[in-house]
């Protein structure tokens, strides 16, 4: 059955441009296959499971798990984005290129994504063996379209409401905070367009929590069908995030339900890449969704059928 | 006059695309397409392909049964239209008119004319269905009846057992399904396919056996003649009994 070439009846439709091939490394992905993004985090003090896998045995350990339950990439960082003990940019680099080029040796397909938003990491990243520069902050450093340019590496484009890195956002308001997503992630689509980046390697984020109460995190989901509609491939970082937390009244270790129902409706929305702690349970949320959209079968369907 | 038969459960999950990703029930596929293409090497004039259904009628030969109704998707955009296999089908001409619609036929039937299509064949077919509450001698005029029409007519039966052979099955279990499948088989099996004719309407009903007027169609097809059986397959691992055979007359 051609499950692929089914028309999206039922998928909330967005008038705008359609989605179009993403390249990964070595990789390209259609519109409608979506992608769990595993977190590795190279640091002693994340807000989830803080110091899981600073020791390099353990992140790789973690690299061999999230592989095998389903992730297509998985995304090495070594700050934090919450503020707390400084990490100059020795510091970053000591954290995570050493590391990104032992995965690329254990795993030469795998796509491989650098968490930061400096471009000398992210030049040491990609010398490494990196695909992608995940920026989650929205394009503070203005030289990292280069890097990617230079590499053939992808870029994500994200938006931070201008925020610098690592802080938090202290009342913050717009008058439209999609309007604000939607202006800001353009603008360094466009701008990594004209530096050289490929097109089809370019990934827009509109960064929940980042520069946003829980209140703009909320309408952010609620209306991200008008960032898929820009023709950008969408990825959602949500996974255990504050607004998820704060909308239940749920701590850190309660929050999967939550991450699972947003991603879900992202996923719904066309969004195309997940970033993820839990990638089993995320997969299978994603499994669910393409089901349910007809991009899939079922794995075995019996019921009422003999 | 028949020149062979073959007995077939009509599962929907003989259909690869209605079951998902995985490969369900591939021995069971395997019997029935076995025992098909014997039916059809036989080079008969005319299949006729009995199931049991909502009423007894004839089949206008473009009549179709549409799988979407098992599973939606298939009915929309590039999915492959199931159950509208290209062979030449004929009704019996037994004056009823035309079905109306393209895609009424039942599902038993839907599901023979997959697994002739699946076999390539192009022999024309006469498509019967027989009602659930016929009487057996009904069932058997109606088998006496196609055996009559052509000289070589191959007969291809889709019957079921009972479906309450489980605390999973999907009639839940009823412990008097045993006795009446292992009835059936025997019957088939050696032959004395009379006795299908035996088999309690009423009891049949109470355990989901829809098979019944099928099987008396083949017991009155066959009647008299000196048969002998070869079975494929014989078990029930959703619940429901099913039985594949091939009849040598």
New interface residues.
């Given amino acids: ?3 692929d ?3 999206s ?1 039922g998928t909330p439709q967005s008038a705008g441009t359609p989605q179009s091939l993403l390249r990964l490394g070595q990789h390209s992905f259609g519109p409608r296959q979506l992608l769990v993004m595993a977190i590795v985090n190279r640091t002693p003090d994340s807000f989830f499971r803080p110091g899981d896998t600073w020791d390099e045995p353990a992140a790789m350990e973690r690299v061999h798990q999230v592989v095998a339950e389903g992730a297509h990439i998985v995304d090495i960082g070594g700050v934090p984005a919450a503020p707390g003990q400084d990490v100059d940019v020795p510091q970053e680099i000591g954290r995570t290129a050493g590391f990104i080029a032992a995965v690329r040796a254990a795993y030469p397909d795998l796509v491989i994504s650098s968490d930061t938003w400096r471009h000398e990491v992210a030049r040491e990243a990609c010398a490494a063996g990196a695909d992608l520069i995940n920026d989650s902050w929205g394009g503070w450093d203005a030289a990292l379209p280069e890097v990617a340019a230079e590499f053939g590496a992808g870029l994500v484009c994200s938006h931070a409401g201008g925020q610098a890195p690592r802080t938090r956002p202290f009342r913050v308001s717009y008058p439209d905070v999609v309007a604000d997503v939607l202006a800001h992630t353009g603008k360094l689509a466009a701008r990594a367009v004209e530096a050289g980046v490929d097109p089809e390697r370019i990934v827009v984020d509109a960064a929940h929590d980042f520069g946003k109460n829980t209140w703009h995190s909320l309408e952010v989901t609620r209306r991200l069908a008008e960032l898929t509609a820009t023709g950008w491939p969408v990825l959602v970082s949500v996974s255990n995030k504050d607004f998820i937390g704060e909308t239940l009244d749920v701590p850190l270790p309660d929050r999967l339900a939550g991450t699972l129902a947003t991603t879900s409706i992202c996923a719904w929305q066309g969004a195309r890449i997940f970033r993820a702690h839990h990638v089993l349970q995320t997969r299978q949320a994603l499994d669910m969704v393409s089901a349910i959209r ?1 991009d ?7 019921r ?3 | 006059m028949i020149v062979a038969a073959a007995v077939c459960p009509s ?3 003989l259909i690869p ?6 490969q ?2 591939t021995e069971l596929r395997s019997a029935c397409q076995a025992s098909v293409a014997e039916l059809t090497a036989t080079a008969p004039e005319v299949i006729a392909l009995v199931g049991a259904a909502e009423r007894t009628r004839t089949w206008n030969g473009a009549a179709t049964f549409d799988f979407a109704r ?2 939606p ?2 009915g ?5 239209r199931l159950g509208s296999g290209a062979a030449p089908r004929l009704s019996a001409g037994d004056g009823q008119a035309p079905d109306p619609g393209p895609a009424g036929l039942p599902s038993a039937l839907g599901v023979g004319n997959w697994l002739l299509d699946q076999a390539g064949c192009q022999i024309v077919r006469v498509l019967q269905s027989v009602a659930q509450d016929e009487a057996p001698a009904r069932c058997a005029d109606i088998g006496a009846r196609l055996a009559a029409s052509r000289g070589r007519v191959g007969l291809l039966v889709m019957a079921d057992g009972s ?1 309450r052979r489980g605390l999973k099955a ?1 009639g839940y279990l009823d412990g008097r399904s045993t006795g009446f499948d292992a009835e059936v088989e025997r019957a088939v099996r050696t032959g004395r396919l009379e006795a299908l004719l035996s088999a309690d309407p009423a009891l049949a009903h109470e355990l989901m056996a829809t098979g019944r007027p099928a099987w008396q169609v083949l017991a009155g097809a066959l009647r008299g003649r000196k048969v002998s059986s070869e079975v494929r397959y014989r078990d029930d ?4 009994a099913y039985l594949v055979a091939s009849l040598r007359v």
Avoid: C
């Fill in positions: 059955m051609q499950h070439a089914l028309p009846a007809g899939q079968p079922p794995a075995r369907a019996v009422g059928l003999a | 599962p929907p999950l695309e209605l079951t998902g990703a995985r369900v029930a098992y599973a998707r298939l929309s955009g590039a999915a492959p479906a999907p691992p959703f619940g429901v």
